[in-house]
């Protein structure tokens, strides 16, 4: 088992941040995971790495980093209406979207481009254009570190919330996600009321709507607004939406009649962060090579050689800001070491 020493992770995260593990090794299976562990894991700080594209790294990590290399896309079992497709977790989630589409399995098309890979998809719930995970969740398979054994998740056993689970809360760093099984639908149901999608769809000229032609229209749509991290690093939204009571929904209306804001199933509101961020004057603002996207204020960059410690710095200046002017506390969705 040979691990690399004080390894460079820049290329192995989508912000491009160069700092270094100070022991690095990959794994393609449950066994050379376990021989990981059982070689160097003795008083080490443990990282599980996927495809980078939703950490930020603020210095080197003194201890093991590990990258789930497992593959594997089969089709395990199907009914009447579901088929059920098992990925291993260092499948490329777009990759696995790929396959889907080509087996006409309906579910994930709304998830087309999503960096990263299948074993971070449930971490947090990923989701876009009004599809979570959650909704094709069937079961995963995770290993417990300390317990050295492997454990079944059911769909209520995630506790999925938004851009949440039970993995970035009560079980944070104690499981490895091994590998997920999906249920894709036979029969698709579509989703095209969000965002500029039916627009879209309409200006590609689709008369027959199929789950294909969704998942162009939200490829044609993410290529054109979003930074491409192997042009200009980033790891996504930086902060996620805020959900805020009726109430204060009101008083804040009445203050900025024009705000972004959509009603949830709970009688909350949940506003857009990138448009608290864009009237805080922070949108193409940038601090040195560390920025906040000219296109998108939700999105913090990397224009070439920022720190962590500088991007987390602007993040906390626009944090402070929003609070400041909207009495809104954002919440990061990135994942800081
Ligand atoms: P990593 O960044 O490698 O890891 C994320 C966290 O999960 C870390 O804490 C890591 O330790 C842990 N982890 C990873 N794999 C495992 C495993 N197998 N077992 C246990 N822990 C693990 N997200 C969305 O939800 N919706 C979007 O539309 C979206 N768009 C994005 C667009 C861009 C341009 C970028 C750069 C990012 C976007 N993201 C989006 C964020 C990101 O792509 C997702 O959160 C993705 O699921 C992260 O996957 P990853 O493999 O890169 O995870
Ligand atoms: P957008 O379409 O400009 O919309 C801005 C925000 O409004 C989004 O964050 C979205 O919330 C919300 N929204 C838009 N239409 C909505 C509707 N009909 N009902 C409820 N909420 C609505 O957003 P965008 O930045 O171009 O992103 C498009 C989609 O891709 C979004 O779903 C977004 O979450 C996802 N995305 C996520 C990341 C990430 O890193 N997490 C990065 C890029 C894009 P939601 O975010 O809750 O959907």
């Known amino acids: 088992m040979e691990f690399k020493e004080n390894f460079s992770l820049k290329p192995f995260n989508t912000f491009g941040i160069d700092v270094k593990a100070r022991y690095y090794n990959s794994f393609e299976s449950q066994s050379e995971l376990e021989e990981n562990l059982q070689t160097k894991n003795h008083g080490q700080s443990l990282l599980i790495l996927g495809g980078g594209s939703n950490i930020l790294f603020t210095g080197d990590v003194n201890g093991l980093v590990l990258k789930n290399d497992i593959r594997g896309i089969d089709i395990i079992t199907e009914d009447e209406h579901y088929v059920y ?94 590998s997920v099984t999906y249920c894709l639908r036979k029969q698709p149901i579509f989703h095209t009321q969000y965002g500029a999608i039916e627009q879209e769809l309409v200006q590609m000229g689709v008369n027959k709507l199929s789950i294909q032609a969704i998942s162009q229209a939200v490829i044609n749509i993410r290529t054109s607004k979003l930074p491409d991290p192997a042009v200009i690093g980033n790891a996504g939204s930086f902060f996620k939406n805020p959900s805020i009571s009726n109430e204060q929904f009101s008083t804040l209306k009445e203050s900025f009649p024009n705000v972004v804001a959509y009603p949830n199933n709970d009688g909350t509101f949940k506003i857009a962060a990138g448009w608290l961020i ?32 500088k991007i987390y710095a602007l993040s906390q200046e626009i944090l402070e800001s929003v609070q400041e002017k909207f009495g809104i506390m954002l919440e990061r969705e990135v994942n800081i070491f």
Not at 123 to 146: C, P, R, S, T
Not at 280 to 305: E, F, M, S, T
Request: charged fraction near 20%.
């Open 278 to 309: 864009e009237q805080c004057g922070w949108k193409g603002v940038r601090r040195g090579d560390a920025g906040c996207h000219p296109k998108q204020a939700l999105v913090l960059v990397n224009y070439g050689n920022a720190t962590g410690k």
């Open 85 to 178: 497709v098992k990925a291993g977790a260092g499948e490329n989630w777009h990759v696995f979207v790929q396959y889907c589409l080509q087996h006409n399995l309906a579910g994930v098309e709304n998830l087309s481009l999503i960096p990263g890979n299948v074993g971070a998809s449930p971490m947090q719930n990923i989701g876009a254009y009004g599809v979570e995970i959650k909704d094709v969740f069937y079961d995963l398979e995770a290993y417990h570190i300390k317990e050295e054994k492997c454990f079944t998740f059911s769909l209520n056993d995630c506790e999925f919330g938004y851009r949440d689970s039970i993995f970035k809360k009560r079980f944070k760093d104690q499981f490895v996600i091994l």
